[in-house]
């Protein structure tokens, strides 16, 4: 298997490639609140752009750290609607019964810190699809990084999918008070494949100079670099000089 490979195996046999809801890469999700936002900060009062010594501030859609961790890996949709109300206090939920093992519904976890502002009794997915990791690599599932606008919320975990990929169930809270329809295609977990390597740790009692050895005039030049032609910043250094392209296809 190649070493930047990542397979998902269908759990059932009426799945393959041409099915509607696969698997994607992350990128190929991201939502219209992204997509549409400003590059500069606005005051959502009087929509003019926020001023910092004159110069705009360059907003969350400028951030290229930002759009990394939300085109990240690849990501796992609900192969149907999934309806969910309130009783007697209660969250509960409809779904198709074809998809009933899909969503389950799981009592609570009393030593499991629970997440504020969502139900206690909680549910779980059980992914259609299992995923296969070179030998060597492992498998971040957490919920859609960023995607706080959905109203529910993934449990994190890691996989060594190398040696096992059977597909298993991710617990997930819904937010207190949600009731209406998650639609069919909606990302419910981020999937980040990572080589498993031991790491040490060091401190450091001093910061990285990044300037350092450079001359004035250049580190001045450098600077300029950094605003178009009306003053306004193009996003940072970090960006320009040092942030290295992912690709998931």
């Known amino acids: 298997m190649d070493s930047n490979l990542i397979r998902f195996h269908s759990a059932d046999h009426r799945l393959n490639e041409e099915s509607e809801y696969i698997p994607l890469p992350t990128a190929k999700t991201i939502p219209d609140w992204y997509r549409n936002a400003d590059k500069y900060g606005k005051n959502p009062t009087t929509n003019e752009p926020?001023?910092?010594?004159?110069?705009?501030?360059?907003?969350?859609?400028?951030?290229?750290?930002?759009?990394?961790?939300?085109?990240?890996?690849?990501?796992?949709?609900?192969?149907?609607?999934?309806?969910?109300?309130?009783?007697?206090?209660?969250?509960?939920?409809?779904?198709?019964?074809?998809?009933e093992k899909f969503c389950v519904p799981r009592p609570e976890m009393p030593q499991f810190h629970h997440p504020e502002g969502y139900y206690k009794d909680h549910f779980a997915w059980f992914p259609e699809w299992a995923i296969e990791t070179p030998e060597g690599y492992s498998a971040l599932y957490t919920h859609p990084l960023n995607r706080f606008e959905l109203p529910f919320l993934t449990v994190s975990g890691i996989i060594d999918n190398d040696d096992v990929n059977l597909p298993g169930s991710m617990p997930f809270f819904v937010k207190e008070g949600f009731v209406g329809i998650i639609e069919a295609g909606t990302p419910f977990a981020q999937i980040i494949p990572f080589k498993?390597?031991?790491?040490?740790?060091?401190?450091?009692?001093?910061?990285?100079?990044?300037?350092?050895?450079?001359?004035?005039?250049?580190?001045?030049?450098?600077?300029?670099?950094r605003y178009d032609k009306e003053g306004n910043p193009l996003g940072g250094m970090y960006k320009r000089d040092y942030r290295k392209k992912k690709k998931y296809l």
């Open 50 to 99: 926020y001023l910092q010594n004159g110069e705009k501030i360059i907003s969350f859609k400028g951030c290229p750290s930002v759009l990394d961790v939300m085109t990240t890996g690849y990501v796992l949709r609900t192969p149907c609607d999934i309806e969910f109300y309130e009783e007697n206090g209660q969250v509960k939920r409809k779904i198709d019964p074809e998809y």
């Open 196 to 225: 498993r390597d031991d790491w040490k740790s060091d401190i450091i009692n001093k910061p990285h100079d990044l300037f350092r050895g450079m001359k004035e005039a250049a580190r001045q030049e450098y600077e300029s670099g």
